[in-house]
């Protein structure tokens, strides 16, 4: 089965970094695309990152130049790396994956972890 457990969220002031995990299981990286989405009080779910196999990648306008994706393939662990932080970054964060490509779309994911919560304080 393919499972996928987030974690490392928390309350951080604005300007600080955090970092999430996203620990994965039953599922190859190469064959995945893995994706972190975000959803804010009274929002939409929204597609922040996308990193697969392939290499393909997407990035949210809002998170460019400040949040990074990364992969330690033997701790079968993804991490969203997330600096200089804005109140408007304050989200319940998920991890999610789907076949192949990557896709901004919420939908287009099968597969989801729990969400973690980041809060940020200005």
């Known amino acids: 089965d393919v499972q996928l457990q987030a974690s490392g969220g928390g309350l951080v002031q604005t300007g600080g970094s955090l970092r999430l995990s996203c620990a994965v299981s039953?599922?190859?990286?190469?064959?995945?695309?893995i994706g972190w989405f975000r959803q804010a009080p009274g929002k939409e779910r929204e597609g922040v990152l996308c990193v697969s196999g392939i290499g393909d990648t997407y990035y949210a306008d809002s998170v460019k130049g400040r949040f990074t994706m990364s992969e330690d393939i033997a701790k079968a662990t993804v991490y969203l790396q997330m600096n200089s932080l804005k109140p408007e970054d304050t989200a319940i964060y998920y991890c999610?994956?789907?076949?192949?490509?990557?896709?901004?779309?919420?939908?287009?994911?099968?597969?989801w972890g729990q969400g973690t919560l980041v809060t940020v304080s200005s």
């Open positions: 039953g599922f190859t990286f190469e064959d995945y695309a």
């Open positions: 999610a994956a789907r076949a192949y490509r990557c896709s901004a779309s919420r939908t287009a994911f099968n597969y």
